[in-house]
């Protein structure tokens, strides 16, 4: 299967501004795009790309006063499977786990797995340590959390998530995260594309979506506390400890955002020779507005 992905945001700079911005594809996925994914922005800037602390590729530039746009769009292979299930997948003991996944058993600013160890020791104790544990984790922030875009807020930790009980999936994986650090499972969040390809129409507006990854068995696994199912098309962008260390956008000054669409769409189209399917030339119909947080 091949995918078309991408995203564009449009801003209105009362002066220039400095940027970081995370819209690349993952390292771990980049042998299966077909050309890179390099940022585009009208009016043309330099776009300086370095590796995070975590590996995500990150691009520095510096957006002119007035009108600014900054997007990708590449087409990526995909298998066309859903995330895998590995129900057997055992927890580690502490003393067992590779020394790189030590910093996610760690509370972070919007997850505060400390605060939150007795509840969730109270509420998911009694589990069988390992995959079922993590599912019973996502079981209950899936039913917890009311969704909607209108409960997005920047600040909101896991703790409040827990407490006031509706966010947008980036809360729905927080409070994951947390309870999941406490339960002594490393856990990172994810931020990236989720497409709708194989789920029932109609589909709403592409945004960027957040998940989280756990580590049992030697490998990391994906869970989605949101969506709390498996999904075809999921490519992820960044990981890190918590939404503070992967923001899509980070401006050094003002941002007003006037204009934000994300695609992650099934490239159906064949060639003339009927071989491999080809981009459309045309940009893509713009969507309506979406927050970045969902």
Do not use: K
């Not at 409960?151 to 729905?172: I, K, P, W």
């Amino acid at each position: 299967m091949r995918i078309r992905l991408g995203c564009e945001m449009r801003y209105a700079f009362p002066y220039p501004v400095p940027m970081v911005v995370m819209l690349n594809v993952h390292p771990s996925r980049a042998a299966d795009l077909e050309a890179p994914d390099t940022p585009r922005t009208d009016p043309p800037v330099p776009v300086e790309i370095y590796r995070d602390g975590f590996g995500n590729l990150c691009g520095r530039l510096t957006a002119p006063a007035g009108n600014f746009t900054i997007g990708t769009d590449a087409a990526i292979r995909d298998s066309g499977m859903p995330d895998p299930v590995h129900p057997d997948a055992a927890q580690h003991a502490i003393e067992e786990l590779p020394a790189e996944t030590i910093v996610f058993l760690l509370p972070s600013r919007y997850c505060e797995s400390d605060l939150l160890a007795d509840e969730a020791w109270r509420l998911f104790g009694h589990t069988e340590p390992g995959w079922a544990r993590v599912q019973a984790v996502c079981d209950f922030v899936h039913a917890h959390i009311a969704f909607g875009y209108e409960f997005a807020h920047r600040d909101r930790t896991a703790m409040d998530a827990y407490a006031g009980g509706r966010g947008v999936c980036r809360d729905f994986t927080h409070l994951a995260v947390a309870f999941c650090r406490a339960l002594n499972v490393p856990t990172r969040y994810c931020t990236g594309y989720i497409s709708f390809i194989g789920e029932p129409e109609p589909h709403p507006a592409g945004d960027f979506a957040a998940w989280m990854e756990v580590y049992l068995g030697g490998a990391w696994h994906v869970f989605d506390p949101r969506n709390n199912s498996p999904r075809i098309g999921r490519v992820m962008v960044a990981y890190g400890r918590d939404a503070a260390d992967v923001p899509l956008t980070h401006t050094f000054g003002p941002n007003p955002l006037v204009g934000f669409r994300v695609w992650a769409d099934r490239i159906a189209s064949l060639d003339a020779s009927g071989d491999a399917p080809v981009l459309p030339e045309e940009p893509l119909p713009p969507q309506s507005m979406a927050t970045r947080t969902g």
